[in-house]
């Protein structure tokens, strides 16, 4: 059960990662849960297919957003606020890629 909550909770702040009207020190508060709740998940080897989901769907979003950011215009109030959320959605997916790299040292340093 407490791995379906985990999971759950990694999906929820995920979401709350990747709105654009989220407070700097709120974003850090949820990205500290968001680590937490992976490394309940991190002590489970199975859970790595989980993990490269998340990294998998979070690069297509950091697509996606850097291509609605590349059509505004060059100093434009739109492309500001494209770039912050950029930046975000980068950052996340910094957390998660580390993530599966911790997972996939941990595989690797038992020798499955």
Same mark, same amino acid.
Request: glycine share 4%; charged share 30%.
């Given at each position: 059960m407490? &791995?379906? +909550?985990?999971k759950a909770n990694v999906d929820h702040?995920?979401? %709350? #990662?990747?709105? /654009? *009207? %989220?407070?700097? *020190?709120?974003?850090?508060? +949820?990205?500290?849960l968001l680590i937490e709740e992976e490394d309940k998940l991190s002590h489970d080897l199975e859970h790595l297919e989980f993990a490269e989901r998340k990294a998998a769907n979070g690069? *297509?979003? +950091?697509?996606?957003v850097r291509t609605a950011r590349d059509g505004f215009a060059f100093g434009s109030a739109d492309r500001e606020l494209? @770039? &912050? =959320?950029l930046v975000n959605c980068e950052n996340l997916q910094t957390v998660l @890629? *580390?993530?599966c790299? &911790? =997972?996939?040292?941990?595989?690797? /340093? &038992?020798? #499955?």
């Open positions: 407490h &791995r379906f +909550v985990a702040y995920i979401g %709350l #990662l990747n709105r /654009s *009207d %989220l407070a700097p *020190d709120h974003r850090m508060h +949820v990205t500290k690069r *297509d979003h +950091v697509h996606h494209a @770039e &912050r =959320l @890629e *580390d993530f790299h &911790r =997972l996939r040292a941990k595989i690797n /340093s &038992r020798g #499955l």
